[in-house]
């Protein structure tokens, strides 16, 4: 039982270059998350989805997209990344709704330069 | 806006003492609160929660209290472990989860 993994762990862009991240759960939650973590803030809401097939934006989804066409996987795109992009990514996902405790990934750092 | 803000950006304190984590909120609709902790190089995990009809919630070491009139909530560890050395971030939900910016806990043998 993995939990919740996440592809890649590193990754470093140039501006302008675009970029998938993928995370997969083998809990069969219905609801998945992204979160991004810079310093002296907290992780903030990126984009969730709420089943197979849903998604909807956070508190900062502008620059990114997602889809979920499988229930255990979550994709995170930047289609033309910018420095202000550089963060640590989380994946999440939870049995109930946003609410509740949520099951986080590893995290990847990624830097755009 | 920062709707859940942890003041503290870092707290020491000696084994076996007690531990204190504090954490404020803005959003008054606000009505279920969690802590996690985490680990260098890992995502965050679970630790404890409350909801907002108690006022506090125990599970062994840990204990979360609530101050729905002051809008605030607070984490005691009892006894501290050097283990328990990780940082402490602060959720609240009203639908969605809002995060605090974390508190980095060191126990120091």
């Known amino acids: 039982n993995a939990g919740v993994t996440q592809t890649p762990k590193f990754r470093v862009l140039k501006t302008g270059q675009s970029m998938t991240l993928l995370c997969a759960q083998d809990m069969n939650h219905e609801y998945m998350y992204w979160y991004r973590q810079d310093p002296g803030m907290g992780l903030r809401l990126i984009h969730y989805s709420v089943g197979e097939g849903t998604t909807a934006k956070g508190e900062v989804p502008d620059g990114y997209n997602v889809s979920r066409l499988k229930k255990q996987n979550f994709l995170l795109g930047l289609e033309s990344a910018a420095p202000s992009q550089t963060s640590v990514y989380f994946c999440?996902?939870?049995?109930?709704?946003?609410?509740?405790?949520?099951?986080f990934g590893p995290g990847t750092r990624l830097t755009v330069t | 806006d920062q709707q859940v803000k942890q003041n503290s950006p870092s707290l020491s304190v000696q084994e076996g003492r007690i531990s204190i984590l504090n954490c404020d909120y803005t959003?008054?609709?606000?009505?279920?609160f969690l802590w996690y902790k985490k680990y260098p190089a890992e995502g965050p995990t679970f630790l404890i929660s409350i909801s907002s009809i108690k006022d506090k919630n125990e599970d062994g070491r840990f204990t979360v209290f609530l101050n729905k009139s002051a809008k605030h909530l607070s984490l005691h560890i009892v006894p501290s472990q050097p283990g328990d050395s990780a940082v402490y971030f602060c959720a609240a939900s009203a639908g969605d989860m809002r995060f605090g910016a974390g508190t980095r806990l060191t126990v120091k043998p």
């Open positions: 999440a996902s939870s049995y109930s709704g946003p609410a509740y405790e949520q099951y």
């Open positions: 959003n008054s609709m606000f009505d279920y």
